[in-house]
């Protein structure tokens, strides 16, 4: 039998399948969520089934029982365009749409094909839709073009618009570096430049959509010429953005990007930059696990750029991680609010595992709710396309 302080609050979780009818579980959220402008979901890693259905079923429960309007999802802005018309009724093949419309490939998986088939159905049944917004930099923060095509679209043409789309298009995601590379000096600062011009210009436009579009292009290009990493700051405007437009939202991003307090290293990351802003209209529910296989991104090059992924096996958490202090409940599937919970009962964690890592956190400050999983799965389309690797879980590198 479980000793673990947490066990009497946690609330075990029947089920991770978004089609279960019965969602009387999840009545919980109702206290949790309160009366909540924006909720949170994080993930601890990217590309794992279990996390997507809790993610969608969650998204389902928000949306028919407390109207929340939009999901709102870590990809690319511009991409997301096509996928917002998609589930408000539009044409197009839904393979398609995910493929295109989903950065980082997210998208590519049955999972995310399920979720926006609802919002699809949803919204062709009810008044009240569902929007699908991403919030994040254009072409899985590698190439800038697709933020620069959508702002064309939206502003007066100019002659040499063809020409800065032939400079941005710097291909798939693991071959944007090697390509960038390769411009010219004079290629970079045309691309530079004629990015700079396009914010100028959407600003002019008065058209809020090409601004962000812009501002998008703007983040890639940053990255590429100066190592600058903005996206955090990108997404959090963006999210200020759509709440003008919408009264209550879901934000699905990785935990090291929803959590309110800094990331490891310092920087400001999207919860805590809208913390200060929304107060308690935000509700951040963090996840942990126990094991099982994630997808790893890998970095190769000076300064390191994404090259490869890898499929890892996790350890069991360490005893100083809110992943130990969720499993020692004993329950598979759990969530425990943690503004119930005392701050000396988490005061041996001081950390939380962020893919087959452990980073540095503060337990009492990071998230307002935790989702336990005690074992992951990569979804099918990383399973077929990667090779299997073994690591540990170990302290990330500062």
């Known amino acids: 039998m479980s000793t673990s302080p947490l066990t009497e609050i946690a609330v075990p979780l029947r089920a991770l399948d978004p089609a279960d009818p019965d969602m009387s579980d999840l009545a919980i959220l109702r206290e949790l969520v309160g009366d909540a402008r924006v909720v949170c979901l994080g993930e601890s890693a990217h590309g794992v089934s279990e996390y997507y259905r809790l993610k969608d079923r969650i998204l389902r429960f928000l949306v028919s029982e407390l109207g929340f309007s939009a999901f709102v999802m870590e990809s690319g802005f511009a991409e997301g365009l096509a996928v917002d018309d998609w589930v408000l009724g ?154 003008d437009r919408e009264e209550r939202i879901v934000v699905s991003a990785h935990n090291g990007h929803v959590q309110r307090c800094l990331a490891h290293t310092g920087d400001p990351v999207l919860g805590h930059l809208l913390a200060p802003v929304l107060g308690d209209e935000l509700v951040v529910i963090g996840t942990t696990r126990t094991g099982g296989v994630i997808p790893e991104l890998r970095f190769e090059g000076e300064p390191p750029r994404p090259s490869f992924i890898s499929l890892e096996n996790l350890a069991p958490p360490p005893p100083h991680t809110l992943d130990a202090v969720m499993e020692a409940t004993g329950l598979p599937l759990h969530l425990v609010d943690l503004r119930r919970v ?57």
């Open 342 to 398: 005392p701050p000396e009962t988490l005061g041996a964690a001081t950390a939380i595992c962020a893919q087959s890592f452990v980073v540095d956190i503060d337990p009492t400050r990071a998230f307002d709710a935790l989702v336990h999983v005690r074992s992951l799965t990569p979804v099918p389309r990383w399973t077929r396309s990667t090779p299997t690797t073994v690591a540990a879980a170990h302290e990330r590198p500062q």
């Open 90 to 243: 539009g044409a197009g093949g839904l393979d398609q749409i995910t493929a295109t419309g989903i950065t980082y490939g997210f998208g590519e998986c049955d999972e995310m094909r399920a979720q926006l088939r609802w919002m699809r159905d949803w919204n062709a049944e009810h008044d009240s839709g569902v929007r699908f917004y991403g919030m994040d930099a254009p072409g899985s923060f590698a190439t800038p073009r697709p933020a620069i095509e959508a702002c064309l679209a939206r502003i007066t043409p100019r002659t040499g618009d063809d020409a800065l789309l032939a400079l941005a298009d710097l291909g798939e995601r693991f071959q944007a570096h090697a390509r960038y590379t390769a411009m010219t000096t004079d290629e970079r600062q045309r691309l530079s430049r004629g990015i700079a011009d396009l914010g100028d210009r959407a600003g002019i436009s008065g058209d809020d959509v090409a601004h962000l579009c812009a501002l998008g292009a703007k983040c890639v290009d940053d990255y590429l010429l100066a190592d600058r990493n903005a996206r955090d700051e990108l997404m959090a405007e963006t999210v200020r953005w759509i709440l």
